[in-house]
């Protein structure tokens, strides 16, 4: 933000022979400078701001209606399906959450819920929480699920339909490599699956 105030006041030219650059600043002309709005008005791409921008108000409104509890008390509906099958499970729900949340929307909305969750069935919180904050970033298939996607959509040389079949293909192979890599090497590498960690059982109780 800093650097961007500084192009409306820097100038484009400097004066060489001055030496005071004050001086300098004021002989270059209020018109030379290395920014202008009108130059902001005509070539920002204002449909991706407030694209974006609408990603950021659902996140919001669904933290504000109770949109948040409300997919908490589904979660739990979900305690007496195995670990695996949750786990699974919640690798599917943040993928198609995410696609109309930001990232960090999405995660701050699962992961304590999900860290509950694990605590509540005995179960490592790192094997609920670690898919649902990779699937996070499965933002494949509409414009407003990430700025790339945003960026590369107002060029308009691509339909939202083009995106969505192709980011379908990406969120099924995806959700696949994780389910896959979650329970074979993820189980070694964090100890994911040896039942609840004393870290999380003292958090649990100090809540």
């Not at 786990?87 to 943040?94: G, P, R, Y």
């Not at 701050?108 to 069935?121: D, K, V, W």
Request: hydrophobic fraction near 50%; include cysteine; proline fraction near 5%.
């Amino acid at each position: 933000m800093f650097i961007v105030f500084l192009l409306f006041i820097l100038p484009s030219k400097l004066c060489v022979s001055c030496r005071n650059p004050g001086k300098a600043l004021h002989q270059s002309g209020s018109s030379d400078r290395l920014l202008d709005w009108k130059t902001v008005q005509r070539n920002l791409p204002w449909n991706v701001v407030i694209l974006l921008g609408s990603g950021f108000a659902l996140a919001t409104g669904a933290q504000e209606s109770g949109l948040s509890h409300w997919i908490g008390d589904k979660l739990h509906g979900l305690r007496h399906l195995s670990a695996g099958l949750i786990a699974f499970l919640i690798t599917i729900i943040v993928t198609m959450v995410t696609e109309v949340m930001s990232n960090v929307a999405t995660t701050t909305l699962f992961l304590p819920i999900l860290a509950e969750l694990a605590i509540s069935l005995k179960v490592n919180p790192l094997y609920f929480m670690i898919p649902a904050t990779v699937s996070a970033s499965f933002a494949f298939m509409l414009p407003v699920a990430t700025p790339p996607n945003t960026m590369a959509f107002s060029y308009h040389y691509l339909k939202v339909t083009d995106m969505v079949l192709t980011g379908l293909l990406m969120n099924f192979a995806s959700i696949v490599i994780v389910a896959l890599c979650l329970n074979t090497y993820g189980i070694r590498i964090f100890g994911i699956k040896s039942g609840l960690p004393e870290w999380a059982n003292s958090t649990s109780c100090t809540a």
